[in-house]
């Protein structure tokens, strides 16, 4: 065989990060070790993986076609390995989420994988729809549990479970006691929204389609405790899933508020990237994934 697999670690992550450098560091190799890896595998092929832009590396057209391969023969000398040293553990899962997922409902997830898996290594990565969807992308986490509907074209989206948007107030405030709300009053509130790129953002601005330009958003934050903190605090009106608002509601620290005539509902999704080798790991993750109530 003309290539290691020491060569592809190398190339795969400088493809990850863009630089000889980063994937050093990554990899807690040299530069010099790096680039002599790199190298050595272009000239024994006689191709180039990467087009050099400065001091950035960015996948030729052929780097881009042999990377997803590169990834699935990496996944698989893992799964080797592990059965040469008669281990029958599923080895590392990396999973993305974005916040109401993965502050509310991974950990349990995470919490029964390892119990019924001993050995399983997961890692979690928390950040917006936008930020997972790019990773899932670029091989930088196995599998993305989304809020928001992404459209890629080496993502593979599917529904996972419903969820559904509420608007809410201080328990204080002049809307609380209110039936429910028409776009008058809508349009009279100040608002505490996500920041966009979030799916929570993206459900929030298509419930209020038409009215959208018309709101007062004072701030758009990225965290939903902060917009829970700001509604307490009385700067205005929030809306994020009912997820992470159900035990406030319970304790009377915050109210829901009705706006009946418009449509919060919405989906989370499983995202994967189309050319990644699903082993065990992935598999049995996705399995307890699917069976996991909905409710």
Same mark, same amino acid.
Request: hydrophobic share 45%.
């Given at each position: 065989?003309?290539?290691?697999?020491?060569?592809?670690?190398?190339?795969?992550?400088?493809?990850? /990060?863009?630089?000889?450098? $980063?994937?050093?560091?990554?990899?807690?190799?040299?530069?010099?070790?790096?680039?002599?890896?790199?190298?050595?595998?272009?000239?024994?092929?006689?191709?180039?993986?990467?087009?050099?832009?400065? @001091?950035?590396?960015?996948?030729?057209?052929?780097?881009?076609?042999?990377?997803?391969?590169?990834? $699935?023969?990496?996944?698989?000398?893992?799964?080797?390995?592990?059965?040469?040293?008669?281990?029958?553990?599923?080895?590392?899962?990396?999973? *993305?989420? !974005?916040? !109401?997922?993965? =502050?509310?409902?991974?950990?349990?997830?995470?919490?029964?994988?390892?119990?019924?898996?001993?050995?399983?290594?997961?890692?979690? #990565?928390?950040? =917006?729809?936008?930020?997972?969807? %790019?990773?899932? #992308?670029?091989?930088?986490?196995?599998?993305?549990?989304?809020?928001?509907?992404?459209?890629?074209?080496?993502?593979?989206?599917?529904?996972?479970?419903?969820?559904?948007?509420? /608007?809410?107030?201080?328990?204080?405030?002049?809307?609380? @006691?209110? %039936?429910?709300?028409?776009?008058?009053?809508?349009?009279?509130?100040?608002?505490? +929204?996500?920041?966009?790129?979030? $799916?929570?953002?993206? !459900?929030?601005?298509? #419930?209020?389609?038409?009215?959208?330009?018309?709101?007062?958003? +004072?701030? #758009?934050?990225?965290? !939903?405790?902060?917009?829970?903190?700001?509604?307490?605090?009385?700067?205005?009106?929030?809306?994020?899933?009912?997820?992470?608002?159900?035990?406030?509601?319970?304790? $009377?620290?915050?109210?829901?508020?009705? +706006?009946?005539?418009?449509?919060?509902?919405?989906?989370?999704? &499983?995202?994967? =990237? @189309?050319? @990644?080798?699903?082993?065990? *790991? &992935?598999?049995?993750?996705?399995?307890?994934?699917?069976?996991?109530?909905?409710?």
């Amino acid at each position: 065989m003309r290539y290691s697999l020491r060569q592809l670690e190398v190339f795969l992550a400088v493809a990850r /990060v863009g630089s000889v450098s $980063g994937a050093g560091e990554a990899l807690a190799m040299s530069q010099s070790a790096v680039s002599g890896a790199l190298g050595d595998l272009e000239r024994q092929f006689g191709l180039q993986l990467f087009d050099r832009i400065g @001091k950035r590396l960015r996948l030729s057209e052929l780097g881009q076609s042999v990377r997803a391969q590169a990834e $699935g023969v990496l996944d698989r000398a893992s799964e080797l390995e592990a059965a040469f040293e008669g281990r029958a553990d599923v080895g590392r899962l990396r999973i *993305g989420a !974005t916040l !109401t997922i993965g =502050n509310h409902l991974v950990a349990p997830l995470m919490a029964r994988f390892m119990r019924e898996h001993d050995g399983a290594e997961l890692t979690l #990565a928390v950040a =917006n729809t936008e930020e997972i969807a %790019r990773r899932v #992308a670029n091989f930088e986490i196995d599998v993305g549990l989304v809020e928001g509907e992404i459209q890629h074209p080496d993502l593979e989206v599917t529904s996972w479970r419903d969820d559904e948007l509420v /608007v809410f107030c201080a328990p204080g405030h002049r809307y609380a @006691k209110k %039936r429910a709300l028409t776009d008058a009053d809508l349009r009279a509130a100040k608002w505490i +929204v996500r920041e966009r790129g979030s $799916g929570t953002r993206q !459900t929030f601005d298509r #419930a209020m389609h038409g009215l959208i330009a018309e709101l007062d958003i +004072v701030l #758009a934050l990225e965290h !939903t405790e902060a917009i829970r903190g700001a509604v307490v605090a009385g700067l205005g009106l929030g809306c994020v899933s009912r997820i992470a608002l159900q035990e406030a509601f319970d304790h $009377g620290t915050l109210a829901p508020c009705r +706006v009946p005539h418009r449509d919060f509902r919405r989906e989370f999704y &499983l995202l994967l =990237n @189309k050319h @990644k080798y699903r082993g065990r *790991g &992935l598999a049995l993750w996705l399995a307890l994934c699917r069976e996991a109530p909905s409710g």
